[in-house]
Structure formats: C-alpha cells, structure tokens
C-alpha cells in the first residue's frame, strides 16, 4: 500500500490565524528511528500512552494521525485555495528543487554541524505534539512555593530537511509541567504556531529555507532564489514573518512570548488545564515591526523589559529599547556598529545596558564565494558598548575592548565602585572557545568557561579572569530577582560531553567553589532554572540561594524523561516528576508561578 495524505482545510485561510489545518493521514507503518531520514517528510515520534484522557477543549495537533514517526506523501499537496496557474507553477519549482538543487547537494559531504543525520539524532530527534497528562508520578515532595508552570522552549522539527540542518533551525515546541496542590503534576507539549509553521503544514512539508542549515554557498543562493520565486507567485507568504519561536521565553505583562531572533515573539496562552495555545504573532499593540533577540532582560526593580533588535542586511544594525510595566515601548536608539553583528544576548545593571560586539558577524557576500553568511572575525576585537538607560540618543556611549572574548550568553552584571572612586562594571559570562563552535567544525577542543570581565568606564580599560576552569558552563541563571544586582550565586549547565548536559552546578562566585548536581549515567538535560523562595527572598531579602533549581533530563538507557527540582541551598534532589513521553534536549524555558498566571491576559 503506498502512503496517501487527505488535507482538510479550515474557513479562514489568512496566515495570521493561530489554527493549523487539520490533517488526515493513511501510511505504512514504518520502524522506528532514531536518526531522521534527509526526505521532505514530517519527523513525529509515536504517541506515548495517555494515563488519561485529554481535556475536550484541548488545542488541536498540528497532525493528527495514526502510528508512524515518517510520513513520505505520494503526491505533492497543494491547499485547496490555489489556483491552477499557481498548482503548475508550485509543480515546477519543485522539480527544480528535487531535480536540481538537490541533486547537487548530494555531491557534497554537509558537516556535523549541519548534518540532520547528526543534528537531529537520539534526544535531538523531533517529538509529536502531546496533550496534557494529569496525575503524573512524583517522586519526592515539590515544595510548596512552586506552584504554576514550568515551560521550556526547544527546536522540533516537523518535516524532515531537504538539505542541511543546524539544531537552531527547528519549528519551536513549548514543553510545560505544571505543579498544583496535593504533589500533583501534569504536563504537556505543543509547536507554537508560527505563520511559517502553519504554511508550511498546509503543504506537508519545508518550504521556507533554513537560515543556518542551508542559507550558505551557491546552493544556499539557489534555495533563497527558489523561496524568492515561491513567494512571489504567492505559494508562501513572508510578510507575517518567517521565525520558528524555538529559543527564549519570557513572561512579560500578563502574556507569555516565544522568542527567536528572526522575527517578532509569539504568544502562547497556558490555558486552565496546562495546555499550550498560540494566541499569534505579537507587536506589543503595533509597537514594533522588527525582530527581538531571543534573551530580552526583566527589570526586577522596575518591571521594564530590556531588548534589542539587530539587522543583517542595512544600517542601523542594532536597535535599543524597552517597554516598560504596562507595555508601553521606549524610542528605539541606534547603536552604532561597523558592520551587521550576531548579538545573541546582553545585560543590564541598575543605571545601564551593557552590549556585546563580538567577532561573530554576518557577511552575505560570502555566500557568493561559496561560504557561510555567518563568518568569525579574527581581525576584529571584540568590544563591549556600556549606554546609560536614560541616554535617548546614544551619544554617551562608551566602547570598551575586551580582546580574545566571546560570550554567547551574559548571566548578570552590576555596578561597583573602585578603591579610586572609579565606575566599574562588572559582567558575568560563559566565554566561549573557539567562537564559532556553534556554527563551524573545530579541531580546537570546545571551551565555555565561566568568566568575570570588569570595565573602568573612566580609563575605558577590561580586565578577564576565569572563574571556573577546566569545566563547560553554558545555559543558565542567576536569581532573577538579583538581575542587575550584584549577585554571589549562577546556576549552570554543566555542558559535557558538548553538546550534551551531565549536570548542574551552582557556582559561588565570591570563592570560586562549585556545587554539583551530576544527573547520573546515561542522564543528560538542559538549562537549569532557579526559582526563588518567595517567602525567603521577597523584596530582595534573606539569602539569595533560597529557592528551588528544575529543569527537564533525560535517561537515554531506561528510555525515559523527568523533571527534577533541586534546593538552591544545598544542591540536593527533592523531587522528580516522571513525564509520559520523550521530551528532546532544548534551549531556554521561564517559571509562571500561579499568580501570574491568574494575571494572564486572554
């Protein structure tokens, strides 16, 4: 029997719609594998077996279907609000795709880095949508101060690549635990619907290219010419943005966002039964129309949320601004900057914003010479930008060079004043080494070494040191409600064997010492995210260590994932909760305690 695939397409066609079509399917029944196949077909796992049944209210899958974790359609499928021109058109572009573009592809051996038999293998590989799961087993206690959500943001490809895949190119999958009364817990998993998603899922497969996967020589030229030409025909539809939401989260006035730094956030509504809804792509009430990085800064003390947007493509290349409390957006201020610069993330302290200008740039003529648009810069000194908060213009911004220095991710800075009365501040960081390791094949060993950079903003002169040595710290936090403050404490994934995470380490940054929390044999997980004690820590009293640590591990040999929650104090398990299905290695995720989520604005 040969696979066949029945589309049901809902009244409202526009992509700003936050339902996905609904999707009927027959097919073989295949094996399961743990690598993914490189075919334009969806990647979903099987379904793991509900304990009990879903709410009748649920959200929608974006597939629903029978038992498979490969679909391979017979024909191609085309929505129904094509016309016939388009239909013939869509035919030809892909059999120039198929015929051509990827049949030169395949004379070329794709690096590990984007190599999806590579990047989306074991606990990499995708999972299908899962409803919510009540009445999960805990083991231990939770405490009682942690009661909401715990979500966490990953890349969860729906349909298999083409062509090449980096691990940051998948459509973006919220995982959310909640934690009530009574040591209940229940949990739930779902894509956030992005306008490329919902496109995307509407033909049953990829049809917007992957930025880092395959955006990079003369073949990435070509599959951006063929994007060109399907939009301009009117098979896709960029101008509601072409972002997959699967790295940063933030709660930020009443709304949850998901964040990627290719587009503007989305919202995605936690609904009474722990289930996740995308509300839409959101504009901060017509704001913005620009892209935010994914690791925007919360404001403890005044509630504002610190951002910044970069362009690869003209002047200005980086944009600061804030909203404040109630929402309400700042004037964007340029910061000045060479040349278009990859800023992953950056820092606040109480009166200033502190911005990174590393060696990581964007150069799209490479890709004329047959390279990658993301180049490391080893000619250019990487510098921090220091700005006054209250600076409208940025006249005032002072530059200062902190040489051989990479930080993907800032974990806290504050203000200090010196024995000389000088302004100093102080950054926290994991610097990373080589500075392209992410993106690019090294013969280097991977280093991410937790470190202390101080800037005299009156000599405009940096020191460095390394904190902990001869460990991989990467992914983490600081007590959130010290952000900007100085802090003594950083909790950290401990990232090896890279890419993967053994433990997690609470680190002192007063006395260098490392507290561990190793996950055991065959257990690997994520970025770890602290919670505070409000009952210990409100207002920014008591000691800044009480709280709660969770976050989401995986046991490759029993076959089974958890969540864990560790005390802050004196880094030992209280509590794991068995979850129903496989949850991938991930990025970023954010705890919404039961108050906020009462404040949720629908």
């Known amino acids: 029997m040969q696979p066949s695939l029945h589309f049901f397409t809902p009244k409202h066609q526009s992509l700003l719609q936050t339902q996905s079509p609904l999707f009927t399917c027959k097919f073989i029944v295949n094996p399961a594998k743990k690598t993914v196949p490189r075919n334009p077909s969806p990647l979903l796992s099987p379904p793991a077996p509900s304990r009990s049944p879903p709410h009748p209210e649920v959200v929608e899958p974006m597939v629903q279907r029978e038992r498979s974790n490969v679909l391979v359609p017979q024909h191609p499928n085309y929505p129904v609000h094509l016309n016939r021109f388009q239909k013939l058109a869509a035919v030809a572009l892909d059999k120039i795709e198929t015929s051509v573009i990827m049949r030169l592809e395949k004379n070329y051996v794709l690096p590990k880095m984007v190599d999806p038999e590579v990047q989306i293998s074991g606990n990499f590989a995708p999972v299908e949508e899962c409803p919510v799961h009540h009445g999960l087993e805990v083991v231990g206690r939770i405490p009682a101060c942690l009661r909401g959500v715990y979500v966490r943001n990953g890349a969860n490809p729906m349909f298999a690549p083409s062509g090449g895949h980096h691990l940051f190119d998948g459509d973006g999958m919220i995982h959310a635990v909640s934690l009530g009364l009574g040591n209940k817990a229940s949990y739930s998993c779902r894509y956030t619907r992005t306008s490329r998603l919902v496109q995307e899922a509407r033909f049953g497969r990829c049809m917007f290219p992957k930025p880092i996967g395959e955006l990079h020589g003369h073949l990435g030229l070509a599959r951006l010419g063929l994007y060109m030409a399907r939009a301009g025909l009117g098979l896709v539809d960029g101008s509601h943005g072409t972002g997959v939401a699967n790295a940063g989260l933030v709660y930020f006035n009443g709304r949850l966002l998901a964040m990627s730094e290719d587009d503007l956030p989305y919202h995605v ?17 017509d704001q913005i129309d620009c892209p935010l990085i994914a690791h925007p800064k919360l404001d403890p003390v005044t509630g504002d949320l610190h951002t910044l947007n970069y362009n690869v493509l003209k002047k200005p290349y980086l944009k600061y601004f804030r909203f404040d409390k109630f929402g309400r957006k700042s004037g964007d201020l340029h910061v000045d900057i060479d040349q278009a610069t990859m800023i992953h993330d950056f820092a606040i302290t109480e009166n200033f914003v502190v911005i990174p200008d590393h060696q990581m740039v ?224 991930g990025f970023h995720g954010t705890f919404i305690s039961q108050e906020e989520l009462r404040r949720q604005v629908i």
């Not at 509504?269 to 009430?285: A, M, V, W, Y």
């Not at 991710?409 to 100093?424: M, R, V």
């Not at 997690?504 to 602290?530: C, H, I, N, S």
């Open 269 to 285: 509504k936690i609904t009474g039964e722990g289930d996740l809804e995308t509300i839409g792509r959101f504009n901060f009430s």
């Open 362 to 585: 964007f150069k799209l003529s490479e890709m004329i010479r047959g390279g990658s648009p993301v180049v490391y810069n080893k000619n250019k000194t990487s510098r921090f930008g220091v700005l006054q908060q209250n600076d409208v213009v940025g006249s005032g911004i002072q530059w200062i060079n902190v040489p051989n220095c990479f930080c993907f991710h800032l974990w806290n800075a504050w203000e200090e004043i010196s024995d000389t009365g000088d302004k100093i501040i102080v950054v926290i960081g994991s610097c990373m080494n080589p500075p392209d390791s992410i993106f690019n094949e090294s013969k280097d060993t991977f280093r991410s070494e937790l470190s202390e950079i101080r800037m005299n903003l009156r000599t405009r002169q940096s020191t460095q040191r390394v904190i902990v040595s001869g460990m991989n710290l990467e992914a983490g936090q600081v007590n959130g409600q010290y952000l900007g403050q100085k802090t003594r404490f950083v909790y950290l994934a401990i990232a090896d064997p890279w890419p993967k995470c053994s433990g997690m380490a609470k680190v002192d940054l007063q006395t260098g010492k490392v507290t561990k929390f190793m996950y055991g044999t065959w257990r690997y997980g994520g970025e770890p995210f602290f919670v505070p004690d409000k009952k210990q820590t409100c207002n920014r009293n008591g000691n800044e260590d009480e709280g709660y640590i969770m976050g989401l591990v995986r046991d490759e040999k029993k076959e089974m994932s958890e969540m864990v929650i560790v005390k802050g104090s004196n880094m030992e398990q209280v509590a794991a909760i068995r979850l129903p299905s496989r949850v991938p290695y």
